[in-house]
T-cell receptor, first 115, second 115 residues
């Protein structure tokens, strides 16, 4: 049972345009959401996060939107740059559980930025 | 150098062999995690540890054993390797019970092939 789903395995966007990556979750206990970026032969690196008390968080070219009623979040990258080409993982956790912040990851979306 | 280090980077082993993947972090983070990355599944949690001598199962623990005698080390052992354990393995650490805005810090991964 996949609690965090990224239904698009890949996405191709032209340089300078907006990239929108989507993520859905099923566990209503999740209250913290993160996006990670992964280049080949490297570990994932943290990109941006959002708490369930917010519906938007922005950091430079990256904005994450959270729609709790739809159990959906999205990552917007604008403008997209060639260096943004990577695999993006959505992750979620239920911090109210206490203890370790165990992250549940989606399947990943491979983003390719075309010149 | 400070950080989280995994070794080896690549490993080929035969079915039925025991193999240990090493993970070392220099931050004295309390929490450490082992994930495996497989196409179509994203990152799945194998085991995690809240502190030295405290470990617990994740989503896919079968066939794996962990130990944490020292805070900085968290080795993962495949007791009798199977082809289904061919994967990329990532170790991660986290600094706080409720997590930080930056989530986990990941190592660079170990690509394991079981033949």
């Amino acid at each position: 049972d996949q609690q965090v789903k990224q239904n698009s395995p890949s996405l191709s966007v032209q340089e300078g345009r907006i990239s929108i990556l989507n993520c859905d979750y099923t566990n209503s206990m999740f209250d913290y959401f993160l996006w990670y970026k992964k280049y080949p032969a490297e570990g994932p690196t943290f990109l941006i996060s959002i708490s369930s008390i917010k519906d938007k968080n922005e950091d430079g070219r990256f904005t994450v939107f959270l729609n709790k009623s739809a159990k959906h979040l999205s990552l917007h990258i604008v403008p997209s740059q060639p260096g943004d080409s990577a695999v993006y993982f959505c992750a979620a956790s239920a911090r109210k559980d206490g203890g370790a912040q165990k992250l549940v990851f989606g399947q990943g979306t491979r983003l390719t930025i075309n010149p | 150098d400070a950080g989280i280090t995994q070794s080896p980077r690549y490993k080929i082993t035969e079915t039925g062999r025991q193999v240990t993947l090493m993970c070392h972090q220099t931050w004295s983070h309390s929490y450490m995690f082992w994930y495996r990355q497989d196409l179509g599944h994203g990152l799945r949690l194998i085991y995690y540890s809240a502190a030295a001598d405290i470990t617990d199962k994740g989503e896919v623990p079968d066939g794996y054993v962990v130990s944490r005698s020292k805070t900085e080390n968290f080795p993962l052992t495949l007791e009798s390797a199977t082809r289904s354990q061919t994967s990329v393995y990532f170790c991660a650490s986290s600094e706080s019970r409720q997590g930080s805005g930056y989530g986990y810090t990941f190592g660079s991964g170990t690509r394991l092939t079981v033949v």
